[in-house]
């Protein structure tokens, strides 16, 4: 079986330790101190948050997740899910559904678990009351056996139409629970620094600020060896290397082509660079078609722009080189087409760089030779 994971929350075996932030945000948890936490996307905040609170002794993690939220009303309904799925007594649930009860929840069954299931009509008009109903119950639960509540992808809550008036009833609420923690979550920087940090932000300096970063590279180096030779597969140090360039040091991508290199080598097989390309072409044939789907939203010199950073890096983007390589007469096309890219979340800024949000896809357009 691959040993490697990637795309999902790792636990256990699977965790590289992190200890300097394990311990931090342990203690925050222990004073009841609520934190946010910080970094690219596929760096680890899920995974490292949740094995942190399963190594709390008697917390447990109520963990919302705000990805592409849309409406209030499925907030909401997410916040309802997470409830549910801690306590599923019939008293607890006619609790929860009368505090839903103006945004009009019909209650369903899993077919694959048996549990009960809310869902609320987003189109339904959001009533504050709903809101604050949800927020009471993590309290109670809370005082029968405490909880830490995550909220992952808190910048998403800047989706909602009414977040002003959301963001202030979550305040209000979150800072009369002074024993309960609560930890954001978020992988987009400047949203999450406006929202803790804009003072006209109900958020403003509510939490404290935690930056997720690359794993320690030796560390997880080992780590990544100790899963080869789970197959008696063994690996150069270069080989190490590239790998990490290639994706960027992202952990989740590090791990996505370690596991193509295992599906494209043997049993005891010794490899190198020259595997890479190999493990690449598994990754390009699993996504080529989401890497299709991006080239038909984006104009010509989109496409141009995406190429050259490909080719040069983000560091420069409107200097000359990188005009000539991409074949952009004027660097404010460039700015243009880089504002429109990263709105559609093909390219991110780190640090004043422009990166590729997935590395593979631009390890595509070069091998495509766009
Ligand atoms: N501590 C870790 N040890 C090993 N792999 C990790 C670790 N943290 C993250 N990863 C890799 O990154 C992927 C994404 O992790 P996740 O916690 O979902 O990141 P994020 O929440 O920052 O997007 C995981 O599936 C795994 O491949
Ligand atoms: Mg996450």
Redesign the pocket.
């Known amino acids: 079986m691959n040993p ?7 636990n256990g075996n ?5 200890p300097a932030l394990t311990k931090s945000i342990k203690d925050f948890i222990k004073s009841g101190q609520n934190i946010y936490v910080q ?13 942190t609170i399963h190594h709390c002794r008697s917390k447990r993690a109520c963990y919302v997740d705000l990805l592409e939220i849309k409406t209030t009303a499925g907030l909401c309904q997410r916040l309802a899910k997470a409830l549910i799925s801690f306590e599923q007594q019939s008293g607890f649930f006619e609790k929860i559904l009368k505090s839903l009860s103006q945004l009009k929840p019909s209650i369903g069954f899993d077919t694959l678990t048996g549990s009960p299931t809310i869902s609320i009509d987003p189109a339904i008009k959001f009533t504050p009351d709903s809101l604050n109903g949800l927020l009471d119950m993590l309290l109670s639960i809370h005082k029968k056996k405490p909880i830490v509540v995550v909220f ?1 992808e808190f910048q998403d809550i800047l989706n909602l139409r009414e977040f002003k008036e959301v963001l202030a009833i979550l305040r209000g609420k979150i800072q009369f629970h002074n024993s309960l923690p609560y930890i954001f ?1 978020g ?1 987009i920087r400047n949203k999450m620094y406006d929202i803790f940090n804009n003072p006209e932000s109900s958020f403003f300096k509510s939490a404290i600020p935690i930056y ?1 970063s690359e ?1 320690d590279t030796q560390c ?1 180096v080992n ?1 990544l060896k100790n899963k080869f030779a789970l197959g008696k597969r063994t690996i150069t140090d270069t080989a190490i290397d590239k790998i990490f360039s290639i994706a960027d040091n ?7 082509l370690c596991a193509a290199m295992w599906d494209t080598t043997s049993y005891k097989e010794r490899f190198s660079e020259k595997n890479i390309p190999a493990a690449l072409k598994l990754i390009f044939a699993r996504e080529s078609k989401g890497y299709e789907h991006i080239l038909v939203q984006i104009t010509e010199l989109q496409l141009k722009c995406l190429v050259g950073l490909a080719k040069k890096g983000g560091k420069s983007p409107q200097s000359e080189e990188f005009l000539i390589a991409s074949g952009i007469s004027l660097p404010a096309s460039v700015k243009k087409a880089l504002n429109r890219l990263e709105q559609l979340k093909i390219v991110y800024r780190y640090e004043k760089e422009y990166k590729f949000i997935n590395p593979f896809f631009k390890s595509w357009l070069i091998f495509k030779n766009l």
Request: hydrophobic content about 35%; aromatic content about 12%; proline content about 5%.
């Open positions: 490697f994971k990637y795309g999902q929350v790792v699977d965790f590289c330790p992190r970094g690219e996307r596929r760096i680890g905040k899920t995974s490292l948050i949740i094995e992952d979550s992988s997720v794993l997880f780590f992202i952990p989740g991508d590090v791990q996505q």
